[in-house]
């Protein structure tokens, strides 16, 4: 994410929202609307795609609210180096009140975006393991599990303090087997103290916004990572 070397001015941001609104009755608006027009007036789209439209220098967000909490997300917008120390997302200070309107917003995108037209991972010229690929980056699972599926990602109260990786998913499960399992989800994984909070972050039931063939196209992917040639590129 490219990392703006002024932070954008409240002033500026407020005259935004108020052309994005229509100079509304912002008391009349929903939190989820608010969130929107803060969406808008601090140019999340620079960095970030929401279906057709935006940037990806981050983590395309059209899916953020079905593999994220709301609490999650209001817990990263409010410091994100606090999560992932080496993150490229700058702390942009937000008042409280449009932090929390803001994950009110990204709560709500649960893939509908891409599905007012043709998504990209539907381009006939794809093989199934590159409509895969396609699919892990546009579906945010590279958010939780890496680039190529290196993993390492912080996750609190779990074994290792980390997201497993998926380069190896090819040694442990059958095409079929990994499949249901992304259909599924892990809502409660593993605790490293079973006394301990639930762990922040979890695999969604992805059949819940997937299509079976969509669904197959992931699995071929993750099994093409093994063995485990990874790059190392950066991550966000």
């Given amino acids: 994410m490219t990392v703006f070397k002024q932070k954008p001015s409240l002033a500026g941001g407020l005259l935004f929202v108020l052309l994005a609104v229509g100079c509304a009755d912002r008391s009349q608006m929903t939190p989820e609307a608010l969130g929107e027009a803060a969406f808008v007036s601090y140019q999340c789209r620079r960095c970030h795609r929401v279906g057709f439209e935006g940037g990806d220098a981050g ?3 059209s899916f953020a609210g079905f593999r ?18 080496n993150t490229k997302m700058p702390n942009f200070h937000l008042p409280d009140a449009t932090r929390a309107n803001l ?8 893939g509908e975006a891409y599905r007012s037209g043709t998504p990209p991972w539907e381009n006939p ?3 199934s393991v590159e409509r895969g ?10 958010t939780c599990h890496a680039r190529e599926g290196r993993g390492g990602l912080p996750n609190n109260n779990v074994p290792g303090g980390k997201v497993p990786a998926l380069t190896e998913v090819g040694e442990l499960y059958s ?3 990994l499949i249901d ?7 409660h994984p593993a605790k490293a103290d079973a006394a301990g909070p639930d762990p922040f972050l979890w695999m969604p039931a992805w059949g819940e916004v997937l299509s079976p063939a969509e669904l197959e196209a992931l699995a071929d992917y993750l099994l093409s990572l093994y063995p485990n040639t990874a790059s190392g590129d950066g991550d966000w």
């Fill in 133 to 142: 690929a396609e699919l892990f980056l546009r579906a945010g699972c590279v």
């Fill in 103 to 110: 994950a009110a917003y990204m709560a709500t995108l649960k």
């Fill in 175 to 177: 095409r079929s087997e």
């Fill in 68 to 85: 994220k909490s709301r609490e999650f997300l209001d817990a990263w917008l409010k410091n994100p180096a606090a999560w992932q120390p």
């Fill in 181 to 187: 399992k992304i259909r599924i989800g892990v809502r």
């Fill in 59 to 61: 983590p395309d967000l």
């Fill in 125 to 127: 010229g794809l093989t």
